[in-house]
C-alpha cells in the first residue's frame, strides 16, 4: 500500500550520502544520492534520489511512498508549483530483474533457481512499489 501526502511544503532541507561501492587502483568509485528533506502539512517526508530535487517553502507537493516511524519515505514527488515529477528511473531494474529471473528459471533443473528466483521476485516486488508511487503522485 502506497501512503500519499498531498499540501505544502515547509522545512526544506537538502543534502547528500556519499557512498564508496568499489576501490581502484585510480580511486575510489562513489555513488552520490541527493537527500530532499521537506514537510508537507506539518508531516515529515525524505526523499533519495541521483538528481537534486527542486522544491522550495509553500511549493504545492504531492509525495508518495511508506510510512516508517511517522516519516513518509518518499518513492515519487510532484511539485504542482512547478510541475515537476521526481522519481526514480526503472529501465535497468527491469531489464536486470527479468534478466535474472531468466537465469532463474534456466537454472531450476540444477537447484540455483529456487535461491535466484524469490531475488527477482523481490526485485519485482520493490519495482511495483515505485510504479504505484509513481501513479499515485500523478493522478
Not at 25 to 32: D, L, M, R
Not at 81 to 100: D, E, K, R
Not at 103 to 109: E, F, H, I, R, V
Amino acid at each position: 500500500m502506497t501512503d500519499v501526502l498531498r499540501g505544502r511544503a515547509s522545512d526544506v532541507d537538502r543534502g547528500h550520502d556519499n557512498t564508496i561501492v568499489s576501490q581502484r587502483q585510480g580511486g575510489a568509485a562513489h555513488i552520490v544520492n541527493q537527500i530532499a528533506t521537506f514537510r508537507v502539512d506539518q508531516k515529515p517526508v525524505t526523499f533519495k534520489s541521483r538528481i537534486l530535487v527542486s522544491i522550495k517553502d509553500g511549493d504545492e507537493i504531492v509525495a508518495a511512498g511508506k510510512l516508517k516511524n511517522g516519516t513518509l519515505e518518499a518513492l515519487a514527488v510532484r511539485n504542482i508549483s512547478t510541475g515537476a515529477l521526481y522519481t526514480h528511473s526503472l529501465v535497468m531494474p527491469i531489464v536486470l530483474t527479468s534478466l535474472l529471473a531468466l537465469l532463474g528459471l534456466m537454472s531450476l533443473s540444477i537447484g540455483l533457481g529456487y535461491v535466484i528466483l524469490p531475488i527477482a521476485g523481490f526485485f519485482g516486488w520493490r519495482i511495483w512499489l515505485v510504479m504505484q508511487a509513481k501513479t499515485a503522485v500523478t493522478q
